[in-house]
C-alpha cells in the first residue's frame, strides 16, 4: 500500500509511530523504521542534551528515515529545534500547539514538518505557513487531547487542505487503519499499540496494564488546567478528579502532576504515575514486534479494502 505519505517520508509503509515521552527512545524508533514505519523520538519535557543523545543512537541503529516529536509546550522546545536542524533528521512532529515560528528553520536544514493538529481552524493555518502534511488527532488518543473525534475531525481536516493528512487517535489495526482510509487520510499514526511493542523499552508493568485494559478504562483528566490528558485510571486518576469535583486551583493540578509520567512509562508504579494512553488499549492483546505491528496492521488494512463489498450490497 503506498500513498502520498510514503513519497514524501521515503518509507515503505504509511505508517507512523507517534511520539511518546519517556516512550518512544531510540531503540523502538529505530525498530518502527526498520520495519518500513517511521519511527518517532518522543521528546516530551526533555532537556536538548537527552534528545541529541537519542537522535545519535537511532542514527547507530537504523539507516532508514525517523523523526523527531518536539512538545512545543516544554520549556526546551526552541533549543531542541535548533538541535534537530543541525543534526538534519528527517521528520519534525509537534504537538499541543503551534510550531509556526520554525518552519523557516526546520525547512531550510531540508526536514519535512507534520505537526498533529486537532481542530480545521489550525491545519488551515499550517497549510497556509507551508507545512509538508498534516496528523489530525481525534481525542481517542492517549495524552493531551482536544475536542473532537478521529470520525469527525480527519474528512473536516481533509476537505479543507491539499496536503496529505495523517490520522491519529484510536487507530490500532487494520480495521482503524482501512477507515482512516475511507475518511480521506493518507496515511495512520499509532501510538498505543506501540507502547506493547517488543523493543518498547517503557517499564513492563506499563505494557501489562495496556494489555489488561477493558473499554471503558480510560478517562480524560485536567480538563480545567486546559491541558486535558487521557490516561489509564488507577489511583492518581482519581485524584484527579477529585481536585476537578472540589474546583481546586490549577496550581494543585500542576503540583499534583510533576514527574508522573516518568514515574510510570520508566519507574512502572502504574497506580501513582501518569499511564497515558488511548481508548484502543482494551484491543490491544499481546506484546510483539514492532515489524510484526506494522505487517499486521497494513495486511489487514488491505484485506479489507479488497473485499469492501463483502458485507454490503450496493
Ligand atoms: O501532544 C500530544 N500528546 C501529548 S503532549 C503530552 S505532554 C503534556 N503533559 C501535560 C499537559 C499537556 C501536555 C502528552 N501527550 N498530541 C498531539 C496533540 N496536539 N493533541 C492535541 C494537540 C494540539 C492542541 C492544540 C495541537 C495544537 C494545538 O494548538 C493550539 C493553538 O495554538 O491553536
Redesign the pocket.
Known sequence: MRTRICELLGIEHPVLQGG??WVSTAELVAAVSEGGGLGIIGS??APPEWVREQVRKTKALTGKPFGVNV???SPHAEDIMQLLAEERVAVVTT????PGKYLPLLHGAGIRVI?????V??AKRLVRSGVDALIA?GME??????ELTTMALVPQVVEAVEVPVIAAGGICDGRGMAAALMLGAEGVQIGTRFISAEECTVHPQVKEMIIKAKDRDTIVT?RP?G?P?RVLKNKLARQFMELEDSCAPAEEFERL?VGR?KLAMVDGDIAMGSV?AGQVSAMVRRVQPAREIINDVVTEAEKIIKNICSKVVV
Do not use: D, F, K
Open positions: 511518546m515521552a516530551g519535557q512538545m512545543l509546550l504537538g499541543a500547539g503551534n505537526p498533529v493538529v486537532s481542530s481552524a489550525l488527532e488518543s492517549g495524552g493531551h487531547v482536544g485536567g488546567t491541558h490528558v502532576g509520567l497515558m
